[in-house]
DNA sequence: CCATCTTTGTGCACGCGTTCACAAAGGCAT
DNA sequence: ATGCCTTTGTGAACGCGTGCACAAAGATGG
């Protein structure tokens, strides 16, 4: 999960957990090309595979949503697709700002899949003085000057951050302080926000720092003993460190226990 | 979570849980923010809160890495930076290739965080011959035709899919026959690949729907009984839904049953 | 109307992740 | 050297999420 919630401990909202709602988006995108090819009913079974998920987990998670769905037969297309909409919100419209118009937030500006399920972008906000006026994706970039008012005028609860991550925070705050109550993250730190305010983030960083855990350790699975490159650290702090696990001592590590 | 690994028994790698893994990078990242200061060393109370978790959660993870950390002081933050540095395979570089330079693509080139942790931007490949040659931050756009040679030669592990969502199936098979064992993907597709590979995606329209759940939850608490728009489509299938849940029955439903 | 066959919906058990709470460890002052 | 004070490392309890496996529901054919 390039994903994560911040703060907030958990509380399953409205009885659905927050794993299933994480997972309603992939339904509704694999039930929306079924659609698009007139399938009029799925199987839990085929549904899953498309959304690349376990038919048991699939039908778990509709069952919190109630009983849609025919034994024997399956479930409706066309039905399931207004239901998960609803449920995820998506039969209103979501004005959107973003905020830091640079390389991400032009390419973001652009993104078709964004209107596509009912997220329209409201406004685009740079705080360069150069940006202003200047069409992005169609739409002229407005000065961070005007935040609280387009916030305001336009009711825009969903804000997205594309600013460098020193001015994240501050954004961040201004946002929340005009009204909005989700956001977006996209730059590398850490948001403070009050409660009842969400943020969810994406890093591409982190991700792939995760990827390359796996990757070395699939590495050093089939090829155990190999030398590493020399220690660029001094040991702990005062005392020398005597280690709990046994095999490597202290300071040069073995590249792994394997 | 923006994120989320893609089949695979979530094998507990090494001991290290993954749900740790996915924590490194924050500690990482705050733990560098303190080196540049230079302060030498950090509790595990004011790292937690840097890094936005929970002071105990940050010790349990940190238990599984070693017994770094010194009683009544905390942890030498150099230290800490290699340990997790070397653990996450980030004392070695990581070649990774961008497939699909468009707009994402192109910001994803651009990004300067990219290669501020060992990884490498080895090439930037697209089908478009008219992007050929042309020069993205700094970096000659190869053509698709030579993604078997580029991975071959730079030894590439990780590739990063950025072309639309019906090419990127087809993407991964040829990144993954060349060599590629780690993707992450940004198409709005799920990928299948072999047992071995590593699949992360991120995906702005999950995350924005995921929010927008939140947000409808938030305003449906405030403003409990409104009207719904006409009932778009039919109910279920053939014979007249009974829906086991009271309050509602079957056809137009409210809103929410709050 | 009845039998059969398909597929849903869910009770249950298990494992992972989170959090609490505390004993052990170590620095530091006296 | 001794005692105090701070902070780590972890045992244990708990809660959430996952997957199995099956009974119930309903469609369909005779
Ligand atoms: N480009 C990527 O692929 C990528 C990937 C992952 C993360 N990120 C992160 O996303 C953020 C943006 O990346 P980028 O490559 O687009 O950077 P960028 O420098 O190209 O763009 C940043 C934009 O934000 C504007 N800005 C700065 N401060 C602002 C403020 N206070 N209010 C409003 N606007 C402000 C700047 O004028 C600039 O236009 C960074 O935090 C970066 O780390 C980028
Ligand atoms: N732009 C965004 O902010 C954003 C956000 C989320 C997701 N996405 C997704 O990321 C992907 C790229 O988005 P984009 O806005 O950059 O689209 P884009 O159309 O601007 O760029 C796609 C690029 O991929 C290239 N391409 C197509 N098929 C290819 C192939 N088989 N091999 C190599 N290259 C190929 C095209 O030539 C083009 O340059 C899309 O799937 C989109 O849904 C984009």
Redesign the pocket.
Known sequence: MATGRTHR??T?SRGI????VA?LPLYLRALTALSERSVPT????E?ASAAG?????L?????YLG?????????DVEYLVYQISRELGLTQDWPVVIVGIGNLGAALANYGGFASRGFRVAALIDADPAMSGKPVAGIAVQHADELEKIISDNGVSIGVIATPAGSAQQVCERLVAAGVTSILNFAPTVLTVPDGVDVRKVDLSIELQILAFHEQRKAGEEAPPEEETAPPVAPP???VK?R?DPGSDGDVPAVMPA
């Open positions: 401990p958990a399953r957990p927050e794993a299933t997972r799925v199987s839990s079974e549904l998920v376990n038919s048991a987990k039908r778990k998670d509709f069952s009983s849609y769905g025919t034994r024997g037969v399956g479930y702090a005062a005392t005597k709990t």
